[in-house]
Protein backbone atom coordinates (compact mmCIF):
# COMPACT_ATOMS: atom_id res chain seq x y z
CA UNK A 1 0.00 0.00 0.00
CA UNK A 2 1.46 3.49 -0.78
CA UNK A 3 2.24 6.06 2.21
CA UNK A 4 2.38 9.69 1.86
CA UNK A 5 4.30 12.29 2.86
CA UNK A 6 3.54 16.13 2.92
CA UNK A 7 6.34 18.67 3.14
CA UNK A 8 7.27 22.19 2.19
CA UNK A 9 4.41 23.83 4.90
CA UNK A 10 5.83 27.03 7.06
CA UNK A 11 5.07 30.70 7.97
CA UNK A 12 4.50 33.05 4.79
CA UNK A 13 3.19 36.53 4.78
CA UNK A 14 -0.15 37.25 2.92
CA UNK A 15 0.42 37.48 -0.92
CA UNK A 16 3.65 34.69 -0.51
CA UNK A 17 3.92 31.47 -1.97
CA UNK A 18 4.98 28.19 -0.64
CA UNK A 19 5.19 25.19 -2.89
CA UNK A 20 3.98 21.89 -0.78
CA UNK A 21 5.08 18.48 -1.78
CA UNK A 22 3.52 14.98 -1.36
CA UNK A 23 6.01 11.75 -1.85
CA UNK A 24 4.48 8.20 -2.29
CA UNK A 25 6.59 5.24 -1.40
CA UNK A 26 5.57 2.07 -0.99
CA UNK A 27 4.24 1.54 -4.19
CA UNK A 28 3.08 3.61 -7.65
CA UNK A 29 0.71 6.57 -7.72
CA UNK A 30 -0.05 5.41 -11.45
CA UNK A 31 -4.19 4.88 -11.52
CA UNK A 32 -5.36 6.53 -8.09
CA UNK A 33 -6.41 10.08 -7.41
CA UNK A 34 -4.26 12.28 -4.95
CA UNK A 35 -5.46 15.19 -3.61
CA UNK A 36 -5.14 18.57 -0.90
CA UNK A 37 -7.32 18.60 1.72
CA UNK A 38 -6.70 21.18 4.13
CA UNK A 39 -7.83 21.49 8.37
CA UNK A 40 -8.41 24.65 9.82
CA UNK A 41 -8.50 24.79 13.85
CA UNK A 42 -12.42 24.58 14.68
CA UNK A 43 -13.51 23.74 10.78
CA UNK A 44 -14.09 20.43 8.87
CA UNK A 45 -11.67 19.19 6.65
CA UNK A 46 -12.25 20.52 2.80
CA UNK A 47 -10.88 19.53 -0.88
CA UNK A 48 -8.40 22.07 -2.24
CA UNK A 49 -7.19 20.08 -5.08
CA UNK A 50 -7.29 17.31 -7.12
CA UNK A 51 -5.23 15.74 -9.85
CA UNK A 52 -5.66 12.28 -11.40
CA UNK A 53 -3.61 10.03 -12.57
CA UNK A 54 -5.20 8.50 -15.66
CA UNK A 55 -5.83 11.50 -17.47
CA UNK A 56 -4.53 14.15 -15.70
CA UNK A 57 -7.52 15.74 -15.06
CA UNK A 58 -7.51 18.40 -12.31
CA UNK A 59 -10.03 19.86 -9.63
CA UNK A 60 -9.74 23.14 -7.35
CA UNK A 61 -11.72 24.62 -5.58
CA UNK A 62 -13.82 28.15 -6.15
CA UNK A 63 -11.83 29.87 -3.45
CA UNK A 64 -8.30 28.69 -4.28
CA UNK A 65 -8.58 28.58 -8.38
CA UNK A 66 -6.33 30.96 -10.03
CA UNK A 67 -4.35 31.00 -7.22
CA UNK A 68 -2.67 27.65 -6.50
CA UNK A 69 -1.85 24.69 -9.19
CA UNK A 70 -1.45 21.30 -8.73
CA UNK A 71 1.20 19.51 -11.16
CA UNK A 72 2.66 16.20 -10.15
CA UNK A 73 6.01 14.26 -11.33
CA UNK A 74 5.84 10.14 -12.09
CA UNK A 75 9.46 9.62 -12.27
CA UNK A 76 9.50 10.88 -8.73
CA UNK A 77 6.17 9.43 -7.43
CA UNK A 78 5.35 13.29 -6.03
CA UNK A 79 2.61 15.46 -6.09
CA UNK A 80 3.13 19.28 -5.96
CA UNK A 81 0.72 21.86 -4.60
CA UNK A 82 2.06 25.38 -5.89
CA UNK A 83 0.24 28.27 -3.70
CA UNK A 84 0.73 31.57 -4.84
CA UNK A 85 -1.14 34.66 -3.45
CA UNK A 86 -1.63 32.67 -0.05
CA UNK A 87 -4.72 34.81 2.36
CA UNK A 88 -4.82 34.54 6.29
CA UNK A 89 -7.85 31.90 5.17
CA UNK A 90 -5.64 29.81 3.90
CA UNK A 91 -4.14 28.57 6.78
CA UNK A 92 -4.48 25.18 8.46
CA UNK A 93 -3.20 21.71 8.25
CA UNK A 94 -2.54 20.52 4.72
CA UNK A 95 -2.84 17.09 4.02
CA UNK A 96 -2.24 14.96 0.68
CA UNK A 97 -4.82 11.38 -0.30
CA UNK A 98 -4.72 8.42 -2.87
CA UNK A 99 -7.56 6.62 -4.08
CA UNK A 100 -8.35 4.28 -6.41
CA UNK A 101 -11.74 4.81 -6.90
CA UNK A 102 -12.41 8.49 -6.26
CA UNK A 103 -15.61 9.84 -8.22
CA UNK A 104 -16.32 12.78 -6.01
CA UNK A 105 -12.44 13.85 -5.16
CA UNK A 106 -13.75 16.56 -2.61
CA UNK A 107 -15.20 13.66 -0.90
CA UNK A 108 -12.48 12.82 2.04
CA UNK A 109 -14.19 9.23 2.78
CA UNK A 110 -13.28 7.67 -0.34
CA UNK A 111 -9.64 7.99 0.13
CA UNK A 112 -7.45 4.79 0.77
CA UNK A 113 -4.30 6.40 1.89
CA UNK A 114 -3.83 10.15 3.79
CA UNK A 115 -0.52 11.71 4.72
CA UNK A 116 0.50 13.31 7.70
CA UNK A 117 -0.28 16.67 6.79
CA UNK A 118 1.92 19.95 6.72
CA UNK A 119 1.59 23.63 8.61
CA UNK A 120 0.58 25.86 6.42
CA UNK A 121 0.24 29.83 8.10
CA UNK A 122 -0.14 32.96 6.39
CA UNK A 123 0.06 35.65 8.43
CA UNK A 124 -1.64 39.50 7.64
Known amino acids: QVQLVESGGGLVQAGGSLRLSCVAS????????ISWFRQAPGKEREGVSS????????GYEFSVKDRFTISRDSAKNTVYLQMDGLKPEDTGVYYCAAGLRVYRWRNAKVYDTWGQGTQVTVSS
Open 51 to 58: ISTKDDSK
Open 26 to 33: GSSLEGNT
